[in-house]
């Protein structure tokens, strides 16, 4: 009898086990990458916004509007990251810009999404050109990279892309179905 019932255990944990394993190779680590500027943060609406980067001004970046109704936004993102999502947000700082500049505009698009409470797990503000695969590579598993630059797209090798120039709430919305 006992042996009959330790069989039956080992049978349990050996399926337990599978099922395990199968989660695993199913769910692999999924991770969303925000770019912020022409992505979600509207810059480039903002008048004299190159004059003013030049000048070291941070103001275009505290400024920027939501390019969408970040409640709205925030609510598919939660949602997502319910499913398992991870969220980074992966922005390059000003071009050729100093030291100073740098700690200033860090400072602003840290503000700037936290005062539209857009929720991210990582965030990387880095120089101007950075290959931004390099940022997130380290989690492996699929990672797909939202962004308004096709330069920037183009050179993305973690998973897919979404062209941030339509509207990214439809599509993040289509991934709920994922
Ligand atoms: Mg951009």
């Given at each position: ?26 769910t692999p ?11 979600i ?29 970040m ?44 005062r ?14 950075t ?32 062209d941030?120039t339509?509207n ?11």
């Amino acid at each position: 009898m006992k042996k009959s019932v330790d069989f039956f255990i080992k049978l349990c944990y050996n399926k337990y086990r599978k099922q395990e394993i199968n989660k695993k190779e199913i769910t692999p680590m999924r991770t969303l990458v925000f770019d912020m500027d022409g992505t979600i943060a509207d810059l480039y609406g903002q008048v004299n916004w190159l004059a003013d980067l030049e000048a070291e001004n941070p103001a275009p970046y505290i400024n920027a509007e939501p390019l969408y109704e970040m409640t709205m936004l925030n609510e598919v993102l939660h949602l997502l990251k319910g499913q398992g999502w991870r969220i980074a947000v992966t922005s390059w700082l000003a071009k050729d810009s100093t030291k100073e500049y740098d700690v200033k505009v860090r400072q602003a698009k840290r503000e700037w999404l936290e005062r539209h409470d857009f929720p991210f797990d990582e965030i990387h503000l880095v120089k101007y050109g950075t290959t931004k695969a390099n940022c997130t590579r380290k989690h492996g598993g699929y990672q797909i990279l939202i962004d308004d630059n096709a330069t920037v797209r183009k050179g993305w090798t973690l998973g897919a892309t979404i062209d941030a120039t339509q509207n990214i709430l439809t599509i993040l919305e289509k991934l709920l179905d994922f």
